[in-house]
Nanobody, 122 residues
C-alpha cells in the first residue's frame, strides 16, 4: 500500500511559478512510476509528467520546457516545479503512483493523492 499527500498549490498570476510536492509513504517497490496528473472543470484528466524508479522522465508536450518533475529526499518526495504558468494550467493537480512502467493512461495508476488546486490568473 502507498499513501500520497500533495501540497504546494495556490493562486498565482500568469507567468509565475509554483512548486508542488507529494509526500509518499508505505510500501517500497524496486520498479515503479510516479506522476502528476491534472483535471480542470469540465475536462478529462490528463497526464502532466512522469518519473520512474530509474529517474527517467516524460512530459506532456504542453508542459515541456516549463515544468520539471523530480524526486527528492531519497525518493520519498515527488516534486513538480511549474514555471511560466498560464491560465490554461488552472486545474486540480494529483500525484499518482503505480507498480511497473510509466504510462499516460491515468486509469492504470492505482495510488492517488487528494489533489492540490492550482489557479493561474491573467
Amino acid at each position: 500500500q502507498v499513501q500520497l499527500v500533495e501540497s504546494g498549490g495556490g493562486s498565482v498570476q500568469a507567468g509565475g511559478s509554483l512548486r508542488l510536492s507529494c509526500a509518499a509513504s508505505g510500501s517500497t517497490y524496486s520498479s515503479y512510476c510516479m506522476g502528476w496528473f491534472r483535471q480542470a472543470p469540465g475536462k478529462e484528466r490528463e497526464g502532466v509528467a512522469t518519473i520512474d524508479s530509474d529517474y527517467s522522465t516524460l512530459y506532456a508536450d504542453s508542459m515541456k520546457g516549463r515544468f520539471t518533475i523530480s524526486q527528492e529526499d531519497a525518493k520519498n518526495t515527488l516534486i513538480l516545479q511549474m514555471n511560466s504558468l498560464k491560465p490554461d494550467d488552472t486545474a486540480m493537480y494529483y500525484c499518482a503512483a503505480r507498480r511497473g512502467p510509466c504510462t499516460w493512461r491515468w486509469r492504470l495508476y492505482n495510488y492517488w493523492g487528494q489533489g492540490t488546486q492550482v489557479t493561474v490568473s491573467s
